[in-house]
């Protein structure tokens, strides 16, 4: 399947993730972009639901060259938008997330590499009980917040849990796990001691800018190594200035450069799958905030290409 983008205006047409066909036929492509229109683990405010569609209309200013690397996604790899994994009972939690995991069985087993947008951030959860099944693998996090904690007003299961759940049931390996850009008060000083006690490697905004961002890039490789990594990206991760589309935003975050700096680095790990999670429409009046979830995806394209073709040889 190759598609040309230049064929018609940008503003036109049905909207795709970054202008790809729409597929149903998973053979025809290696990368499959896919939205995840559910918020139902939200503990605040909710509207990420609205995610998928207003980052896809975002995602037509997405262009075929990354001018500061030189990827060319869509020469290196075959690129579809396979559409939305709708859940079959959005208003129940456990069974959205039974059928969410239930569309992303098949895109594992046909070998696809997934890039994804949300949605909130539990929906990561069942995308690794399918794509992690055969063992656990490390986890590259953006994110204001830790998403370790637990038992929330008499659920395990929230968009502030998912990664303390993935580790408990071997689909993340905890100590190759890097939390970037944690920071905001606490409603309770051990809200992410899961974190800590697990082993992962948390970098508070505070050491971020202690460090250096050349030096977190140096960090994200020491800990991940040569496992097979997923990356995921909360957009309440950057400053709530480039973000303001968000339940939960954190001031005081990185920039959107310091996150495609970061993102750009990570072509030569052994990526299976990366999600941009919780943009929230319905607070974002400019669009900002899907254009910057747009790019992250656009950005974890370009690495994902070069690290699919790599795996191939
Ligand atoms: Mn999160
Ligand atoms: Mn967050």
Known sequence: MSFDPKLQPRYSGIPTFMRTPYTTELSEIDIALIGVPFDGGVTNRTGTR????????????????NQSTGVAPFE??????????????PFEL???????????????AAGLLPISAGGDHSI??????????????ALVHFDAHCDTGDNYLGSR?????????????????????????????????NQWKFSYDSGMRVILIDEFYQMGVDAVIEEIHRVVGDARTYVTFDVDGLDPVYAPGTGTPEVGGFTTFEAQKMIRSLADLDIIGADVVEVAPPFDPSGVTALVGATMMWELLCVSAVALQRRRG
Do not use: W
């Open 50 to 65: 609205h995610g998928p569609r207003e980052v896809r209309n975002q995602s037509s200013l997405m262009r075929t060259v």
């Open 76 to 89: 290196l790899c075959r690129v579809g938008d396979i559409g939305d994994a709708v859940p079959d009972s």
């Open 94 to 108: 456990t069974g959205a997330h039974d059928s969410i995991q239930a569309f992303y069985e098949p895109v594992k």
């Open 124 to 137: 990561t959860l069942p995308i690794l009980r399918a794509m992690a099944k055969d063992g656990p693998v």
């Open 157 to 189: 299961f929230h968009h502030g849990s998912p990664f303390k759940i993935a580790v408990e049931e071997g689909l993340i390996d905890p100590k190759r796990t890097i939390q970037i850009g944690i920071r905001g008060g606490l409603t309770d000083p």
